[in-house]
T-cell receptor, first 111, second 114 residues
Framework: QQQVKQSPQSLIVQKGGISIINCAYE??????FPWYQQFPGKGPALLIA?????SEKKEGRFTISFNKSAKQFSLHIMDSQPGDSATYFC??????????FGTGTRLKVLA | GAVVSQHPSRVICKSGTSVKIECRSL??????MFWYRQFPKQSLMLMAT?????????EQGVEKDKFLINHASLTLSTLTVTSAHPEDSSFYIC??????????FGEGSRLTVL
């Protein structure tokens, strides 16, 4: 019940295409859903986040879609660029600071 | 976003020695910090939760005496890997909690034990 299931494990997208990464959860107590971007040899960086009272949030080329009834949320990267090639983690938070992370998606954007 | 600095970024040590990694929140105070270990191509494995002024809470299976955590101030937490062995070689990452729950990560520290 505490898990966050992330898919796909890896993703290859052509430059200019849309990258879509999905996460699903069970625990309805989760109240904050961030996405992190991690480059090799670096720590994860907060990319974008959403709270369950909002169905969509957009920041530049990055959009989170949130479906509360389905307990799913996804990250969409529009106009994907080679510089977006990284590992992406979804996460969910319950309570003050209990974070659960997805297993990660390795994105490769082909030039 | 808030900045969390981790030092050193890379460290190589001999087996049996101890290594200290520092995690600092540069522009905010962090009552709570976390330490993770990450294996190649895998997700973040939470090792312990560090609260300022109190003992750290370790996750199941993490040796308290091997991984000493100190959170002596609102901007600094340290992880000391004691009597390090090659199997302790890994990528260690800290994170700090800002306000009501945003989590910011350090740059990570690559530990190699020879």
């Amino acid at each position: 019940q505490q898990q966050v299931k992330q898919s796909p494990q890896s993703l290859i997208v052509q430059k200019g295409g849309i990258s879509i990464i999905n996460c699903a959860y069970e625990n309805t107590a989760f109240d904050y859903f961030p996405w992190y971007q991690q480059f090799p040899g670096k720590g994860p960086a907060l990319l974008i986040a959403i709270r369950p009272d909002v169905s969509e949030k957009k920041e530049g080329r990055f959009t989170i879609s949130f479906n509360k009834s389905a307990k799913q949320f996804s990250l969409h990267i529009m106009d994907s660029q080679p510089g977006d090639s990284a590992t992406y983690f979804c996460a969910a938070k319950a309570g003050t600071y209990k974070y659960i992370f997805g297993t990660g998606t390795r994105l490769k954007v082909l030039a | 976003g808030a900045v969390v600095s981790q030092h050193p970024s890379r460290v190589i040590c001999k087996s049996g020695t101890s290594v200290k990694i520092e995690c600092r929140s540069l522009d905010f105070q962090a009552t709570t910090m976390f330490w993770y270990r990450q294996f190649p191509k895998q997700s973040l494995m939470l090792m312990a939760t560090s609260n300022e002024g109190s003992k750290a809470t370790y996750e199941q299976g993490v040796e308290k005496d091997k991984f000493l955590i100190n959170h002596a101030s609102l901007t600094l937490s340290t992880l000391t890997v004691t009597s390090a062995h090659p199997e302790d070689s890994s990528f260690y990452i800290c994170s700090a909690l800002l306000g009501v729950g945003e989590l910011f990560f350090g740059e990570g520290s690559r530990l190699t034990v020879l």
